[in-house]
């Protein structure tokens, strides 16, 4: 069949299968499925973080902006990110448009496996970037504009700090940058961006902020382990090969989340003098975003230290979003910025010859003030730097340009915060729980106007939404019957012995 159709030539019949471990590329294919399998934890702990009024908006979000990203990667993404033959160290070229000649030569990362896998296992790294990303548009961001802003991101911010530490032409990996699993690219990229998409989008309405806690805790608690669970194959499936150095990466992501849980939740129990799940949730993910650039080059007492400083720090840093003003409500700065921030800068003092050369491809990569390697820490510093600036600048230009453009301003009205964006935008809700829609013809949470339901036989009861806490608004206390019902007598509680006495009575 495929010799007709390729004019007698079967395209495939000269590639040689043999010169992978297919050990290395079945461990890679899981791994990248258990990175694609963080999309919905991250759905999960948004909308559990949020209010129930906009807990559906997040999860949306995140989900559409998961298909937005699949399609700029197949189209352009991989190519200017990865494409071998681009010299400028920026961005790359589009030799690669479309995935054109990416099947089974060796892999621009790593020589353990085909750039066909590569290419996919990446792509879920930007996946859960541009997921992180949307958490910047938390109770009050429209969804159309937001995934416009993710194309655009993916290819003027995303794709570029790529090159820089990860393409073998870029200028921060020739530089001898060392970062492992993306705490340029995934974590300054998302928690930069974030802070940028927010600033520019502008706060919630101070009546918006008051008395703001997340919706569901438990959902939050889910998204966290789902998270966790990905993460190993996120940390561990950049070694590219089911090696020792995986292994590494995996135990170093234990540890680093472990300790950065435990910290930041004694942290909060010096103020509450209550154990806070979502503190400790908090924590345990600063604690694997400090991982992500360092778990692959450090020791394990390395990653100790690593989690409990980042639990520290990140916990801190969630007051810089009051001292700026910025409504970055669900913290993506202090967690994924610092996170990464710190196990980058961890690379310049903690990272070991030793730790890198286990996956027996690097075994000429120095590490840091360890290893006596004293320029490493600048060079990371250096890095850190250029990450942060470029990020910052270029996101809040993307986002400032497309909001100017008509139909695609970032922000709902005052209205649409006020009823939520489930509401406005989804037509959805995460959580009903009462049924708000018994009529299948009410097309808000709020029911239809009374002088539409004057003339109609009333048979449907009409609830209207709690806040967001679960309270009736007394403004809006109503249980609306659709015939007035008789009042009902109370009913006086009587002994035993009365009830016994009635009882022989009637005998």
């Known amino acids: 069949m495929l010799s007709g159709l390729f004019g007698g030539t079967n395209v495939f019949s000269t590639r040689d299968a043999s010169q992978f471990d297919r050990g290395d590329v079945s461990f890679i294919i899981v791994a990248g499925a258990m990175v694609a399998f963080m999309i919905p934890g991250l759905a999960f702990l948004y909308s559990g973080l949020a209010r129930r009024k906009s807990a559906l908006s997040l999860i949306w979000a995140v989900t559409a902006s998961n298909a937005v990203c699949i399609f700029q990667w197949y189209f352009w993404g991989y190519s200017l990110a990865f494409s071998p033959t681009a010299t400028n160290g920026f961005i790359g070229n589009l030799a690669n448009f479309g995935l054109i000649d990416v099947l089974d030569n060796p892999s621009p990362g790593s ?14 790294f930007a996946c859960v970037t541009v997921g992180i990303l949307m958490g910047g548009i938390a109770e009050r961001g429209r969804v159309l504009p937001a995934m416009v802003v993710t194309f655009l991101w ?36 998302s928690g930069v961006g974030g802070l940028a998409y927010a600033w520019v989008l502008g706060r919630r309405q101070e009546k918006e902020l008051l008395n703001f806690r997340p919706h569901n805790v438990s959902m939050v608690n889910l998204g966290t382990f789902i998270l966790w669970f990905g993460w190993l194959g996120f940390n561990g499936g950049s070694a590219f090969g089911a090696n020792l150095r995986a292994v590494m990466a995996i135990w170093n992501s234990m540890l680093a989340a472990a300790f950065g849980g435990i910290v930041w939740c004694l942290l909060d129990y010096r103020l509450e003098r209550k154990y806070s799940m979502v503190g400790f949730c908090s924590g345990t993910i600063a604690g694997l975003v400090a991982a992500t650039p360092a778990s692959g080059y450090i020791q394990p007492w390395a990653a100790v230290i690593v989690g409990i400083i980042t639990g520290a720090v990140c916990n801190y840093a969630t007051k810089i979003k009051f001292f700026f003003k910025v409504d970055d409500a669900l913290d993506l700065f202090a967690e994924h910025a610092m996170g990464g921030v710190i196990g980058l800068l961890a690379n310049g003092l ?5 730790v890198i050369a286990l996956d027996g491809v690097n075994i000429n990569v120095e590490g840091g003030w360890v290893d006596h390697n004293y320029k490493q820490l600048y060079i990371q ?19 400032k340009v497309v909001d100017l453009i008509p139909g695609l301003h970032l922000k709902t009205t005052p209205e649409g915060e006020s009823l939520g964006l489930d509401e406005v935008e989804i037509g959805e809700f995460a959580n009903d729980y009462i049924e708000v ?36 608004d007394p403004q809006q206390d109503v249980h609306r019957r659709g015939k007035e019902e008789p009042s009902l007598e109370p009913i006086q509680e009587k002994s035993v012995d009365e009830a016994t006495f009635e009882a022989t009575e009637d005998s």
């Open 437 to 472: 829609r018994r009529d299948y013809s009410d097309w808000t949470a709020f029911g239809r106007p009374p002088s539409e339901q004057a003339s109609e036989v009333p048979t449907m009861d009409t609830y209207t939404h709690g806040d967001q806490h679960g309270q009736l």
């Open 154 to 189: 993916m290819t003027l911010v995303y794709c570029p700090l790529a090159c820089w530490a990860w393409n073998i032409n870029g200028w921060g990996f020739k530089w001898g940058v060392l970062d492992y699993a993306g705490g340029g690219p995934v974590e300054i990229g």
């Open 350 to 354: 903690f990272a070991s010859h030793d």
């Open 381 to 399: 510093f250096a890095y850190v730097c250029a990450t942060c600036a470029y990020t910052f600048v270029v996101t809040a230009a993307i986002v």
């Open 111 to 124: 020589p353990l496996i085909p750039a066909l896998l590569y290419s996919f296992y990446q792509m879920e």
